[in-house]
């Protein structure tokens, strides 16, 4: 976890710096804890022209879509609020041929983002679905949707995905440090995959902590600094969705989102007042307060329970002591090379 520079800035300024329009966009955060904020703020700069990634296309992906900021769609899941008939931003954008979609099985959206994050150019899926119309009906991606290969190794004809390496991933986790190690815990899903598989990387936390305290918890550390471009601290980022061990889902402010969702006028409104009225999530947090009162938002605060602490101990950090002494022979460095050089192991 190297330590960088300070990447702490607001989420107007990364969102500016780091989404272009026409971008690949990936929201890194599956189903529970979405970056809200980041969201909000990509629609409020009027990104438009985006190809989006997103696992679980739900509250996130309707605002983006009604927003206008997004061309074409790959996901898993695409939330439709009342139905085919009852409509949803999504459903109505692809009726009006604003919107492309394509649809993969949760494994293959992983899979894909898996090749992206490893550097390879496909990998494969498993080979059921090509009798299903997932693999029959194709829109914007055509042939690159799926290829079908022969295995090298048995000669059977095997299912692939292409790789996925979008330009920006956008995603919230529960903490970082101002050099940018992201640190999250609970439902996984595709966090690490999407940040890893990314050109450019966007965080936004819960809150920044000392990097003591990243170094104390390493197996939390989700994404790296060195990938990180931004950091953004955001209280309350994912409302109203749930982030374990801050706060639970909202499930009033969810709800109401939906039901006004809906109908086209209707989430107008709803988007007017939420996301283009309040300038950041601050506003947004006081115009709830102001709406609802506090206690609507004290009563989902998170409960603790921590778990076990883990044990980091060593009884040293180097195979150096304190004298510069190589722990095991008791020599110095110097030492050590002349020995090495008179028996030729020395090279160079």
Same mark, same amino acid.
């Given at each position: 976890?190297?330590?960088?520079?300070n990447?702490?800035?607001?989420?107007?300024?990364?969102?500016?710096?780091?989404?272009?329009?026409?971008?690949?966009?990936?929201?890194g955060? *599956?189903?529970?804890g979405?970056?809200?904020?980041?969201?909000?703020?990509?629609?409020r700069?009027?990104?438009k022209?985006?190809?989006?990634?997103?696992?679980?296309?739900?509250f996130d992906?309707?605002?983006?879509?009604?927003?206008?900021?997004? #061309?074409? !769609?790959?996901?898993?899941?695409v939330?439709?609020?009342?139905?085919?008939?009852?409509?949803?931003?999504?459903?109505?954008?692809?009726k009006?041929?604003?919107?492309?979609?394509?649809? *993969?099985?949760?494994?293959?959206?992983?899979? @894909?983002?898996l090749?992206?994050?490893?550097?390879?150019?496909?990998?494969?899926?498993?080979e059921?679905a090509?009798v299903?119309? !997932?693999?029959?009906k194709?829109?914007?991606m055509g042939e690159?949707? $799926?290829?079908v290969?022969?295995?090298?190794?048995?000669? %059977?004809?095997?299912l692939?995905?292409?790789?996925?390496?979008?330009?920006?991933?956008?995603?919230?986790?529960?903490?970082?440090d %101002?050099?940018?190690?992201?640190?999250?815990?609970?439902?996984l899903?595709?966090?690490?995959?999407?940040?890893?598989?990314?050109? %450019?990387?966007v965080?936004?936390?819960?809150e920044?902590?000392?990097? #003591?305290?990243?170094?104390?918890?390493?197996?939390?550390?989700?994404?790296?600094?060195? @990938?990180?471009?931004?950091?953004?601290?955001?209280?309350?980022?994912?409302?109203?969705?749930?982030?374990?061990?801050? $706060?639970?889902?909202? @499930?009033?402010? +969810?709800?109401m989102?939906? &039901?006004?969702?809906?109908?086209?006028e209707?989430?107008?409104?709803?988007?007017?007042?939420?996301? +283009?009225?309040?300038p950041?999530?601050?506003?947004?947090?006081?115009?709830?307060?102001?709406s609802y009162?506090?206690?609507? &938002? #004290?009563?989902?605060?998170?409960?603790p329970?921590f778990?076990a602490?883990?044990? *980091?101990?060593?009884?040293?950090?180097?195979?150096?002591?304190?004298?510069?002494?190589?722990?095991?022979m008791?020599?110095? !460095?110097?030492?050590?090379?002349?020995i &090495?050089?008179? @028996?030729?192991?020395?090279?160079g």
């Open positions: 976890m190297a330590k960088v520079q990447k702490v800035m607001s989420a107007k300024e990364a969102i500016n710096r780091f989404v272009k329009d026409g971008d690949h966009l990936v929201i955060n *599956y189903t529970v979405t970056c809200a904020e980041l969201v909000f703020e990509v629609i700069q009027q990104k022209g985006l190809t989006l990634y997103s696992q679980s296309g739900v992906v309707e605002v983006l879509v009604a927003g206008g900021c997004v #061309d074409r !769609l790959i996901s898993t899941y939330y439709r609020a009342g139905g085919k008939e009852g409509g949803s931003a999504v459903e109505r954008a692809l009006a041929g604003t919107l492309l979609m394509e649809d *993969y099985t949760n494994f293959q959206y992983n899979a @894909r983002l090749a992206g994050m490893h550097g390879f150019s496909f990998m494969q899926a498993l059921g090509m299903t119309d !997932l693999f029959k194709r829109s914007f690159n949707k $799926y290829k290969i022969d295995c090298p190794y048995t000669g %059977k004809k095997i692939t995905v292409p790789a996925a390496n979008p330009d920006v991933c956008i995603v919230h986790v529960q903490r970082a %101002k050099f940018g190690n992201a640190q999250y815990w609970g439902a899903g595709s966090v690490a995959a999407a940040a890893l598989a990314s050109k %450019k990387i965080v936004s936390c819960e920044i902590v000392e990097h #003591d305290i990243i170094q104390s918890s390493p197996h939390l550390t989700m994404i790296p600094a060195y @990938r990180v471009d931004a950091v953004v601290e955001v209280p309350w980022g994912a409302h109203p969705t749930e982030v374990l061990g801050y $706060y639970n889902l909202d @499930r009033t402010m +969810y709800a989102f939906f &039901l006004m969702d809906m109908a086209g209707s989430l107008k409104t709803w988007m007017n007042e939420w996301v +283009y009225g309040c950041n999530r601050q506003a947004y947090i006081d115009h709830y307060i102001a009162g506090s206690g609507k &938002l #004290d009563a989902i605060k998170a409960k329970y778990s602490p883990a044990d *980091y101990g060593s009884a040293y950090g180097s195979c150096w002591d304190n004298n510069d002494l190589e722990r095991t008791g020599i110095t !460095l110097e030492e050590m090379e002349k &090495l050089e008179e @028996r030729g192991l020395l090279n």
